[in-house]
């Protein structure tokens, strides 16, 4: 199965609640390159955040280190992450503990259960302890510029908005070896379909991104999950003191 192996980072766009009746994920009514007006872009807005990604992208397998960051205290665009919700798992690679990093409540409990199945699937295949939800299912991803730093613009309110761009369906998620430490953060491809007994919409990961994946991103590759490890994590150089070995 196609995996990971991109050069790029990539990463979302602000969030808009589905009602608990509604598909989880949802297209994002951001400011996109096409509709956005020459004023807004020069309108001077706050100081452009650096992404907590790399460009170095992760590989199962690979030997980390490095404290990694703490999704607790980060700040993350403009979510302030206090608390988690939802935990489930012992934490350990063979039961990762899966939680999110918003409080899933507005989704109904059949669209929790398939967000936690694809990511808990996922820890497991590459060896990770946990594993956060940033977001849940979407079809938008932010831009960034060569140096690292989120494209944004300024709306009519004097807000910052993310520039995003259309992206298949994707699950934002961090993985690391505990709940305050995530090593690598990217996105779980996934797809929709109607189960035909039970008629609801279910959610699973892509398996067959060849045919599954529509919109591939310069640079990228058509595959079922991309991984960039964070700032504050490298590969591990031995000797090494701290060593975070992830699954083959």
């Not at 990770?128 to 960034?144: D, N, V």
């Not at 892509?206 to 590759?221: F, N, W």
């Amino acid at each position: 199965m196609s995996t990971h192996n991109n050069p790029q980072r990539g990463g979302d766009g602000g969030r808009h609640w589905p009602s608990a009746g509604r598909f989880a994920w949802h297209r994002d009514q951001k400011h996109t390159n096409e509709n956005i007006r020459p004023n807004m872009l020069s309108v001077p807005g706050p100081k452009p955040r650096r992404s907590i990604l790399t460009s170095r992208p992760y590989t199962r397998g690979m030997a980390l280190s490095g404290p990694g960051i703490d999704p607790l205290r980060a700040t993350l665009g403009r979510l302030k992450i206090r608390d988690l919700h939802g935990l489930t798992g012992s934490g350990t690679p063979a039961d990762p503990t899966v939680a999110w990093l918003f409080d899933p409540e507005p989704f109904a409990p059949a669209q929790r259960a398939d967000h936690i199945a694809i990511a808990r699937s996922v820890a497991i295949a590459n060896g990770f302890a946990c594993i956060l939800i940033r977001k849940e299912g979407h079809e938008r991803q932010c831009t960034y510029t060569r140096v690292g730093t989120r494209v944004t613009c300024t709306g009519a309110n004097g807000r910052a908005y993310a520039v995003t761009v259309p992206a298949d369906p994707h699950i934002t998620v961090y993985m690391g070896p505990d709940v305050r430490t995530a090593m690598v953060a990217g996105h779980i491809f996934v797809v929709k379909s109607t189960d035909p007994e039970t008629g609801r919409q279910v959610m699973a990961q892509v398996d067959d991104p060849a045919t599954q994946r529509r919109i591939v991103l310069p640079g990228r590759e058509a595959v079922t999950e991309e991984f960039w490890l964070v700032r504050g994590a490298w590969l591990a150089k031995s000797p090494c003191p701290v060593v975070f070995q992830t699954g083959a």
